[in-house]
């Protein structure tokens, strides 16, 4: 039997991201209630030069005990040239997003963290979707915590932030 697919060289920057991460994020926007949820999140490959991303979401209520499912997304990471990041995603709102930006790993000080940033370059959505015009994501990973913030514009509010969350390797 083969041991486990080595990772395609082109994507090596995003190894950090392997494997299965759990935790908890609250989100917020002028239009709706704060809210607090549990998250999981999936990174595979294949051997070919992209991640296989899944998320899915819960509610958490005050006594931190998870109910109903919130949001979920799944899609694809790639770096096609060294220092760059393309992300596409859909998700089951109607709403699909291709982000691109930035993959960078930052080894100042005592621990190395990959930095991934990146911005909306298309936003689609089908005919019964929210109205989203813009959204941007940030990932930190330092060893085995996954941080990330996600901004948007939406439903006729300014560019601002909607989520924040940290999570843990499984
Ligand atoms: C961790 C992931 C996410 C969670 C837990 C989350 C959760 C929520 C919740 C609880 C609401 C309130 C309405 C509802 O219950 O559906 C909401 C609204 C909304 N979210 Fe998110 N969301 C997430 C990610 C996203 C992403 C990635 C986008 C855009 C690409 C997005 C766009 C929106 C929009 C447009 C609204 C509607 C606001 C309104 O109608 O006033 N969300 N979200």
Redesign the pocket.
């Known amino acids: 039997m083969a041991g486990p697919l080595p990772l395609h060289e082109g994507i090596s920057i995003l190894e950090p991201l392997l494997g299965t991460w759990t935790g908890e994020?609250s989100?917020e926007?002028p239009?709706?209630?704060t809210?607090r949820?549990s998250?999981t999140v999936t990174f595979g490959h294949v051997g070919k030069p992209f991640l296989a991303y899944h998320?899915a979401?819960r509610?958490l209520d005050e006594t931190g005990e998870p109910g109903r499912p919130?949001?979920a997304?799944s899609g694809y990471w790639r770096t096609p040239e060294l220092g760059l990041a393309e992300i596409v995603?859909a998700?089951p709102?109607g709403?699909t997003?291709v982000l691109e930006g930035f993959a960078a790993p930052n080894s100042a000080g005592e621990t190395d963290t990959l930095i991934i940033d990146v911005r909306s370059s298309v936003?689609g959505r089908t005919t019964s979707a929210?109205?989203?015009q813009r959204?941007e994501r940030t990932f930190e990973v330092t060893g085995d915590t996954l941080r990330y913030t996600?901004r948007?514009a939406?439903?006729g509010q300014p560019f601002q932030h909607?989520?924040a969350?940290t999570l843990h390797r499984a």
């Open positions: 994020g989100g926007y239009t709706i209630p809210f949820f998250e998320q979401t509610e919130l949001h997304e995603l998700h709102t709403i997003e936003i929210k109205e989203v959204t996600m948007m939406a439903v909607h989520l969350a």
